[in-house]
């Protein structure tokens, strides 16, 4: 038992240090990326099971010897390390770059995004009080292929509420709208909003650029049917995470491509905002990345299923750097400062770039301590950020039926800073 106290200890303290500085070597990086992720967003559930574990070694002759002493000790460093995550969790919000527009909530104010599911199981799908939830409504249908979504909706009628598309990530080969965006959807579904978890075909059965197309007949079917689950056919915005932030980003910039939309390019596929988190956008030029993202056997092999030391090109058609343009929608950009799997730097310079050519509000907000795909979970973190995302579009849809043009909400500098 003694062994097994130092074992526990031992896993504790390096669940700890790998929160706070990730492992990025090639080798190491996908294992070390989901035990920060847990470790960071499921934090107060790792401290209880460490405690636990501690516990019931330490109760059952784990402390017999230098072993069992030094499982403990080790065992506290990194319950010690843990309540650092959750304390800077629920210190930290967004921190803005370069774009002079404060974004962050005050702790000591209480969000209209509650903290509660902080300590109950993180993957719950209950829809929130006062949230009706449409599943599988088939928006696509050729041949034997049926695409899906969920709708999110409150339950209270109303006039014509807005629209935000939610495009789940996960590498553009697995992934589903039952497993991501939940915490934002419910969220914004109270705030007034009818949100769309969108469903796409997945490689390696599907192939670049099919499932952009497929997520641009979500936008002409909403054109035409919006109505129906009470939202408004002309204002509809995008949001999406890791491969489901390149894939809004590219639905927002690309808006009416006719080669995007095959058999349907009379549609107007435009919408009014995109907020991208921790995306791609670039899988041609390397920047961050030891190789270029679109050189990687993933994208090869997998997803464009072309060779791109032979066709560049077509990488660089899946870029959302390639269709930056003046009139871009406004963009809001989010992304962890801690991210092991898509690095910081991937997002600071397509802002950068962004920002040099739209003549719409390009804001930038870091998560200070955040990992790839720390909104997946209900936690601190995620309430915080939700509530940032909410009120930037909320603003963004005040200017719209104001008729003004749009600019930095005054939602976030008033309510958030």
């Not at 919408?271 to 899988?283: E, I, K, M, T």
Request: charged share 20%.
């Amino acid at each position: 038992m003694p062994y097994v106290l130092l074992a526990v200890g031992a896993l504790s303290l390096l669940l700890a240090l790998n929160a706070h500085r990730p492992v990025r070597r090639l080798m190491l990086l996908v294992p070390s990326f989901f035990a920060g992720w847990l470790a960071v967003e499921l934090a107060p559930h790792l401290l209880a099971a460490e405690i636990a574990a501690l516990g019931l070694t330490a109760g059952y002759g784990g402390l017999h010897g230098w072993t069992g002493w030094t499982g403990l000790v080790l065992g506290a460093a990194g319950a010690a390390g843990t309540i650092a995550t959750i304390a800077a969790s629920r210190r930290t919000v967004v921190t803005l770059r370069e774009s002079g527009v404060p974004l962050d909530l005050d702790p000591e104010d209480a969000p209209r995004f509650p903290l509660a599911p902080q300590i109950v199981p993180p993957l719950v799908l209950v829809p929130r009080r006062g949230v009706r939830v449409t599943r599988n409504v088939v928006f696509h249908e050729e041949g034997r292929l049926r695409l899906k979504l969920d709708v999110y909706r409150p339950k209270a009628e109303g006039s014509l509420r807005p629209g935000l598309m939610q495009i789940h990530g996960g590498a553009w080969v697995i992934g589903d709208k039952r497993e991501q965006g939940l915490p934002l959807l419910n969220h914004m579904a109270v705030q007034g909003w009818v949100g769309f978890n969108v469903n796409y075909r997945l490689s390696p059965r599907a192939t670049w650029p099919e499932h952009l197309i497929d997520l641009k007949h979500f936008v002409a079917w909403y054109r035409e049917h919006a109505e129906e689950y009470g939202a408004d056919p002309d204002f509809l915005c995008v949001t999406g995470g890791s491969a489901g932030g390149h894939l809004a980003a590219l639905v927002a910039l690309s808006a009416n491509e006719p080669r995007f939309q095959p058999g349907f390019e009379d549609a107007d596929t435009r919408v009014r905002g995109a907020v991208p988190f921790y995306g791609v956008y670039d899988l041609v030029e390397p920047g961050p990345w030891p190789v270029p993202m679109g050189a990687t056997p993933l994208m090869e092999r997998m997803v464009v299923k072309r060779s791109f030391h032979e066709e560049p090109e077509v990488f660089a058609d899946a870029s959302p750097v390639t269709y930056l343009r003046e009139d871009a929608p406004p963009f809001f950009v989010i992304h962890g400062s801690r991210d092991s799997l898509i690095p910081v730097a991937e997002a600071r310079r397509f802002v950068h770039k962004l920002r040099e050519t739209s003549s719409s509000p390009v804001v930038y907000a870091e998560m200070k301590g955040g990992q790839h795909a720390f909104d997946v979970f209900p936690s601190y973190r995620t309430a915080r950020v939700v509530e940032g995302v909410e009120r930037y579009l909320t603003g963004l849809h005040r200017q719209y039926r104001e008729g003004a043009r749009p600019s930095v909400p005054d939602e976030v500098t008033d309510a958030l800073g």
